[in-house]
C-alpha cells in the first residue's frame, strides 16, 4: 500500500518562501504522476501542481510562475517549492499520487493521497 507523508509546512510572512516535501514508500513503482493540492478553510480542494514520471508539470494559474513541483526518482519524493507567498496561500496543502501517465489536475484521478500539511502565510 502506497503512504504519502508531507513535511514543510509552517508559518511564513507574506513574502517569504516554503518548501514542501512528500514521501512515498510502498509500491512506488506503481505510481506516475505526482501532485499538490491545496484547501483553505471553508473551501473546495483545489489542483496546484503536477508532475508525471517524465518530468511533465502542470500548474494551476493561480500559482504558475511562483511555485515549482519537481521530483527525485531515487528518494521517491516530490516538492513543491514556494516562493513569494501571499495570505491568500495559506491552506492546508496535500500530496497525491496517481498511476495515470499525464498530469492530472482533477483531485478524482488520484489514487492515494497524504494527511496534508498546514501552511499559513500572515499579512
Known amino acids: 500500500q502506497v503512504q504519502l507523508v508531507e513535511s514543510g509546512g509552517g508559518l511564513v510572512q507574506a513574502g517569504g518562501s516554503l518548501r514542501l516535501s512528500c514521501a512515498a514508500s510502498?509500491?512506488?513503482?506503481?505510481?506516475?504522476?505526482m501532485g499538490w493540492f491545496r484547501q483553505a478553510p471553508g473551501k473546495e480542494r483545489d489542483f496546484v501542481a503536477a508532475?508525471?514520471?517524465?518530468?511533465?508539470?502542470a500548474y494551476a494559474d493561480s500559482v504558475d510562475g511562483q511555485f515549482t513541483i519537481s521530483r527525485d526518482h531515487a528518494k521517491n519524493t516530490v516538492y513543491l517549492q514556494m516562493i513569494s507567498l501571499k495570505p491568500e496561500d495559506t491552506a492546508v496543502y496535500y500530496c497525491a499520487a496517481s498511476r495515470r501517465t499525464l498530469v492530472p489536475r482533477g483531485a478524482s484521478a488520484y489514487d492515494y493521497w497524504g494527511q496534508g500539511t498546514q501552511v499559513t502565510v500572515s499579512s
Open positions: 510502498g509500491g512506488t513503482f506503481s505510481l506516475n504522476a
Open positions: 508532475i508525471n514520471w517524465s518530468g511533465t508539470t
